[in-house]
T-cell receptor, first 118, second 115 residues
């Protein structure tokens, strides 16, 4: 089955700096990669996602890149702010006929605790 | 508010108790999930229900028993749990579509403490 590795487990940056979180996945057939942000005591929420037919996607200060050959994808946050402090989870999913009949089996990485210091 | 509500938010139970966690989604989705979140561990997928049918049981001990009476409701029945089962249990739902994104929406979670 799919396995997702996420690094680093903790990341501390100064406000205004960039933050990069990296994930690797094992199943080359996976084709959907979302990122979730979980603030302390709250639920995980989707912040950005990317499909395997796209190499990069950007939404304001957040961007995600995907390297299918190397089977890794990364989250980039620019101009970090204290409110970006949270735990970030990457995930991988195989879309398509098989999964449609089996439900969406989203597998998460271990999470990265990001701390943005003012 | 994401349209997925869980009750109770906090639960303390003894190892011999029987309790249930409840989840309801108001988004018209066709799939529902239970995830377990422990300290310093990734989100662990426990069960998947697609169109009310259980399609995934990720080697979860039988002391956890899911029930999905319809596409909007999901339960997790708990009995004879162990202290190591203490965790945040997250319910989620999504609209699973072929060759399309599968955004999962989480509930607020139920904090379970087994004493």
């Amino acid at each position: 089955g799919e396995n997702v590795e996420q690094h680093p487990s903790t990341l501390s940056v100064q406000e205004g700096d960039s933050a990069v979180i990296k994930c690797t996945y094992s199943d080359s057939a996976s084709n959907y990669f979302p990122w979730y942000k979980q603030e302390l005591g709250k639920r995980p929420q989707l912040i950005i996602d990317i499909r395997s037919n796209v190499g990069e996607k950007k939404d304001q200060r957040i961007a995600v890149t995907l390297n299918k050959t190397a089977k890794h994808f990364s989250l980039h946050i620019t101009e970090t702010q204290p409110e970006d402090s949270a735990v970030y989870f990457c995930a991988a999913l195989l879309l398509g006929e098989m999964i449609y009949n089996q439900g969406g089996k989203l597998i998460f990485g271990q999470g990265t605790e990001l701390s943005v210091k003012p | 508010e994401t349209g997925v509500t869980q009750t109770p938010r906090h639960l303390v139970m003894g190892m011999t108790n029987k309790k249930s966690l409840k989840c309801e989604q108001h988004l018209g989705h066709n799939a529902m999930y239970w995830y377990k979140q422990s300290a310093k561990k990734p989100l662990e997928l426990m069960f998947v229900y697609n169109f009310k049918e259980q399609t995934e049981n990720n080697s979860v001990p039988s002391r956890f028993s899911p029930e999905c009476p319809n596409s909007s409701h999901l339960f997790l029945h708990l009995h004879t749990l162990q202290p190591e089962d203490s965790a945040l249990y997250l319910c989620a739902s999504s609209q699973v579509q072929k060759n399309s994104g599968n955004t999962i929406y989480f509930g607020e979670g139920s904090w379970l403490t087994v004493v």
